[in-house]
Structures are given as structure tokens and as C-alpha cells.
């Protein structure tokens, strides 16, 4: 998962660097990349860059950009603040138009491409609709290094409070107590993120990245959790 | 048992898909792992015992390691206990065998190089000897604050003004 998460910010890094060095003209001219012709007829490519696109001469589906902005892609504003019903709906229709059922009869090539896009639309559709991952991706956009150092006793009532609730979590299992600490878990991450929204929202991108820290220690107890319910 | 064993093993893997767990642990980090030294706690209220408690953010790790010192400064039990991967529990373990019977001093210049170094760490898991270097820090720092009331006064006073 964080394996994941890093290959994913690290893609959004350099998605940052190309898109802020110049805005992508809509029309292209002489010398421009090879890319944006079609790879099965050779017919120039009009389009959004970035989105899943057909060829408008042959309807062959072409690549996904290496590395597209997540929020463009999934048609929400750049923003901590999404409607998740939006993107489930985004999310849908995408994998409507290029899930790899749909491209069984079609040439190998193309067939690869559809798996890219759907795969990269899973990724995408994931890292947004989690508050967590969706908030370090916006720091990430902005530049912001996602906090890497240790906490120490600054923090210490927060990190005795996380130490205990993962005292009680390696206890000999009980349903009671489990519940208690999944309201618990919930309750907080409920909390988190409307603080995380709100720092968002007046731009203190620091203190965004202090709180998605906290986020993570909840993240990672909640993952506990659910392994411990999962009867083995 | 099978099942018991596959558990364990689940266990050992760190952040699923992480380099790691392919290449897997190098046996003296199985070892801490499968039989931890001086796992527990000490009293936390005691005057000779430093307690640190510290946390990765970039995991959501947490680690407590503690200090027992006697009368001549010479750390004479060591205890932690740490919810994380295999490698956070293996340098935490490592680092409390080698605290004690060290001078706080001595036990100061533990390096997280070092503990690295002793359970052969990959790149992906410096952090966690990292973090075992900053408990072993917190814990002293900890109990020199108890040993110097008037310093912890005149820092309480800094913190309140």
C-alpha cells in the first residue's frame, strides 16, 4: 500500500513538472511529439491530454499519458473538498468506455491499453475517494514532502493514545472491545478530516501535513483492526 | 499449526508490496522478531526510569522504549515494546540489549547506522533503526529531565510564557 502510494506520488511529481512548465496547446503544430497521432492509422490526435482518448478516424482507443493529473483525469477540482458520488459516477463511465471486457476482439495492442486506463482509473478512483491518500496527493501537487521524520514527545498525549488503542488492539481478541475501538478509530478519522478540510481551505498546507501524519497512525491502527476481524 | 505459522508469516511481511518482502528479512531480524528481548514496560512514575515514546508518520509505527539507571548513571534494564513491522521491532529489541550496561552518555552515542548495520537493514527500512535511534534519545532525554527538576521548572516556566 505505501510502496504503492510512493510509485503513485512519485508519478504525480513529475505529472506537476509538465503540467506547470506550459499549458498543452489544444491545437498542434508542425514538430510537434509523435505521440499525438494515432498509433494504429497515424491520424493527429484532437483532445484533452491526460484523458482516455479514441482515435477519431479508426475509434482505436490510444495510450494513457504517463503521467496524468488524477484529479483531471477523474473530472474533479483540484481540491480536499470532492463529492464522492461525483466521482463514483466519473469512475463508472470511464471504466464503461475503456474496461478490458470491451476490447476482447480488439488487437493486442489496444487490448493493453485498455488495461493501462483501467488500472490506472482503479488507482486513480482510489487515491481520491480516500481522504488520506487523496490529501498526501495534494500536498504532493503542491510540493509539500509528506512528513518523513519521527514524531517525539511533542506530541507525546497523541502518541500515548495511539499506543494504547494498539495495546488493546493485540489483547486476546473481544468483539466488545474491537467495536469500542472501531467507533473510536471512526469517530477520529471523521474528526481528522474535517480539520484536514479546513486547512486545506485556508492554504496552510502545513498544518494539512501535520494532520494527515495523525491520519496515518489511524490509518494503519484501522488496517489492524480489520486483519484482527478477520477470523483466520 | 499450519495456519498458526502462515499467520506468522503474514506478520513478518512489512507494508504489503514493499521491496522487502520480496527480498525478505536477514535472519538476525527473524530473530528479534521471533524472540523479542526485554519486551514490556517499566515505571513510568519512577525517578531513575526514562521513558520515550516515539512514532513514524510516514507508517503510523509506534515505539516506547524505557530506561532503568542507577545511582552511578549506568543503565541497568531497558524495555520496549513497538507496533510495527518486523524491522522497528527487531532495532527496537537490538537497541535495548545494547543500552543496557552503558552509561547514559555511552548509550547517547548509539547510532541508527549502527543498528542498520548489525541486522543487515535494506535501504526501504532505515527508518526504523532511525526510529529506535530517537527512542533510545527520547528515553534519556527523559530521564535527565527527572534527575534536574530545576531544569524541567525552568522549562516548564519557558513553555508557559
Known amino acids: ?232 | 499449526m499450519a495456519a498458526l505459522r502462515a499467520a506468522g508469516a503474514a506478520l513478518l511481511r512489512p507494508g504489503r508490496g514493499e521491496a522487502v518482502a520480496r527480498l525478505g528479512y536477514h535472519k538476525k531480524v527473524v530473530d528479534h522478531y521471533e524472540n523479542p528481548r526485554n519486551v514490556g514496560s517499566l515505571d513510568r512514575n519512577a525517578k531513575n526510569v526514562g521513558t520515550g515514546l516515539v512514532g513514524a508518520p510516514a507508517c503510523g509505527d509506534v515505539m516506547k522504549l524505557q530506561v532503568e539507571v542507577d545511582e552511578n548513571g549506568r543503565i541497568v534494564d531497558a524495555r520496549f515494546k513497538t507496533f510495527g513491522c518486523g524491522s522497528a521491532i527487531a532495532s527496537s529489541s537490538l537497541a535495548t540489549e545494547w543500552v543496557k550496561g552503558k552509561t547514559v552518555d555511552e548509550a547517547l552515542k548509539i547510532k541508527n547506522t549502527d543498528i542498520a548495520k548489525e541486522l543487515c537493514l535494506p535501504p526501504v527500512k532505515l527508518h526504523c533503526s532511525m526510529l529506535a535511534e530517537d527512542a533510545i534519545k527520547a528515553a534519556l532525554a527523559d530521564y535527565k529531565l527527572k534527575q534536574d527538576p530545576n531544569k524541567e521548572e525552568s522549562e516548564k516556566k519557558a513553555n508557559n510564557a
Open chain 1, 1 to 232: 500500500m505505501q510502496a504503492a502510494l510512493r510509485q503513485r506520488l512519485g508519478r504525480v511529481r513529475w505529472a506537476l513538472r509538465v503540467s506547470e512548465a506550459a499549458p498543452r496547446p489544444r491545437c498542434v503544430g508542425p514538430g510537434s511529439p509523435a505521440a499525438l497521432r494515432c498509433w494504429s492509422c497515424g491520424s493527429p490526435l484532437p483532445g484533452a491530454e491526460g484523458l482516455p482518448r479514441f482515435c477519431p478516424g479508426c475509434r482505436a482507443l490510444q495510450p494513457p499519458a504517463p503521467r496524468p493529473d488524477l484529479f483531471r483525469l477523474m473530472d474533479c477540482d483540484r481540491s480536499f473538498r470532492i463529492d464522492a458520488q461525483q466521482l463514483q459516477r466519473r469512475f463508472r463511465s470511464l471504466q464503461r468506455a475503456v474496461h478490458p471486457d470491451r476490447f476482447g476482439r480488439r488487437p493486442p495492442k489496444e487490448q493493453y491499453y485498455s488495461e493501462q486506463h483501467s488500472s490506472l482509473i482503479n488507482k486513480a478512483y482510489q487515491t481520491l475517494l480516500n481522504p488520506l491518500s487523496r490529501g498526501l496527493y495534494l500536498l504532493e501537487l503542491s510540493g509539500v514532502e509528506p512528513a518523513q521524520e519521527t514524531d517525539c514527545d511533542a506530541d507525546s498525549v497523541f502518541l500515548t493514545e495511539i499506543m494504547e488503542i494498539n495495546e488493546k488492539l493485540a489483547e486476546p481478541k473481544n468483539e466488545d472491545i474491537l467495536e469500542e475501538i472501531e467507533t473510536l478509530i471512526k469517530v477520529k478519522q471523521e474528526e481528522l478530516t474535517k480539520e484536514v478540510t479546513a486547512a486545506f481551505e485556508r492554504d496552510d498546507l502545513q498544518e494539512a501535513k501535520k494532520l494527515l501524519a495523525k491520519m496515518k497512525y489511524f490509518a494503519n491502527l484501522e488496517d489492524k483492526l480489520k486483519n484482527k476481524k478477520i477470523p483466520s
